[in-house]
């Protein structure tokens, strides 16, 4: 059993660790999700996070895991005769690949080795054709912690391909890398609250361009839950469209509130600094499992060059420090481990962490 008095700390790639004072904002009285008040909790979320996203677009507030965007944006902006490029660099964006199909639509794949990134070349190569309505791509690629040239690539579509829409998975790299939505030119982009934001899992922020939501209007069987005409309707009544996970929003109100205040450059920054101690720790110790050029800010996965054992050092740390750290993922399970460095998590803590660490390795 868990000790909920003294909970575990988590640098896993997420959930992490939720700091006590967000917790206390997740426990505040509830509204009414039809009320005034409610509203304007809504509206003040949604105003911020258009700061932090630097979007003047719509801001929807999905109470879902992230992978329900996965599903939302294919069922809303793409017909049943379009074909969809799903770009796969890792276990999340081959998974949204997966999702295409299930939504009855047609893909192709453009599937990189795990660790590489996915490149404007190798995109361009691919969009040359002209068949493509849209394109999934993963910001920060949680399995690997490879953080793919976005920036690059948004120049490259919107030079080239400015019809096709962009769909992006940027669960692990929302807040704590830059996401300049409008300026990028994405149609929909979004992240789970258990990653950067530093909040508990089950709900999701995400950005949905004008575009996105017209294309929607002549898409057929969207389906309700995630029915981009109806939210863009309750977003303007500063509403979602089904009963919200309130708390979650009362937390987000708190984190955007803080992020606003600390400003985007300082908190990237910090996502930066952090990363840079893990990645050069990880080089003294270890090798990283990506090229350092494409290596995340959020998380860092390491590739276990001492073939230590992963599962006894990770249970070593937690049952001495109360402190989790996590294994490779999927097929990178023994071969490589993970520690996060997101959301309210500080340098200091990852410091002491690795220490942890360096302790048990010798």
């Given at each position: 059993m868990v000790d909920w008095k003294n909970p575990p700390r988590l640098f896993i790639p997420g959930p992490i660790q939720v700091k006590s004072d967000v917790l206390q904002?997740?426990?505040r009285p509830t509204l009414g999700h039809r009320d005034k008040e409610y509203a304007q909790l809504h509206g003040e979320v949604a105003e911020m996070l258009k700061k932090l996203l630097f979007t003047q677009q719509y801001v929807?507030?999905?109470?879902?895991?992230?992978?329900?965007?996965?599903?939302?944006?294919?069922r809303n902006c793409v017909a049943p005769d379009e074909t969809v490029l799903a770009t796969c660099c890792g276990a999340f964006s081959d998974k949204w690949a997966d999702v295409v199909k299930d939504c009855g639509r047609n893909v192709d794949v453009l599937k990189v080795e795990w660790g590489q990134a996915t490149t404007p070349e190798l995109i361009d190569a691919k969009l040359a054709g002209g068949k493509y309505a849209a394109i999934t791509l993963i910001y920060n690629e949680t399995s690997t912690g490879l953080m793919n040239p976005i920036y690059d690539i948004a120049k490259m579509m919107k030079a080239?391909?400015?019809d096709v829409l962009?769909?992006?998975?940027?669960?692990?790299?929302?807040?704590?890398?830059p996401v300049h939505f409008d300026e990028l030119g994405w149609d929909v982009a979004f992240a789970s609250v258990q990653k950067a934001f530093g909040l508990p899992p089950g709900f999701t922020v995400a950005a949905v361009?004008?575009?996105?939501?017209?294309?929607?209007?002549?898409?057929?069987a969207k389906g309700y839950y995630f029915n981009f005409i109806e939210w863009a309707k309750a977003a303007e009544k500063n509403q979602t469209l089904v009963t919200p996970s309130i708390p979650h929003i009362m937390g987000l109100h708190?984190?955007?509130?803080?992020?606003?205040?600390e400003g985007m450059e300082n908190v990237w920054a910090r996502h930066r600094a952090m990363g840079n101690f893990v990645r050069g720790w990880a080089k003294q110790k270890f090798e990283l499992f990506c090229e350092e050029r494409?290596?995340?800010?959020?998380?860092?996965?390491?590739?276990?060059?001492?073939?230590?054992?992963?599962?006894?050092?990770?249970?070593?740390?937690?049952?001495?420090?109360?402190t989790i750290f996590s294994a490779g993922y999927g097929q990178l399970k023994d071969k490589t481990?993970?520690?996060?460095?997101?959301?309210?998590?500080?340098?200091?803590?990852?410091?002491?962490?690795?220490?942890?660490?360096?302790?048990e390795i010798g």
């Open positions: 904002e997740l426990a929807f507030l999905s109470t879902s895991s992230g992978s329900g965007l996965w599903e939302a944006s294919i080239k391909y400015p962009v769909f992006v998975d940027a669960v692990s790299g929302m807040i704590g890398q361009s004008r575009r996105a939501v017209e294309k929607a209007k002549s898409v057929p708190y984190q955007c509130t803080k992020l606003v205040n494409y290596a995340s800010n959020t998380l860092t996965t390491i590739k276990n060059t001492r073939n230590i054992n992963v599962g006894e050092v990770i249970k070593a740390v937690k049952q001495k420090h109360n481990f993970r520690v996060a460095h997101m959301g309210d998590i500080t340098i200091e803590e990852v410091q002491e962490l690795l220490g942890w660490i360096d302790e």
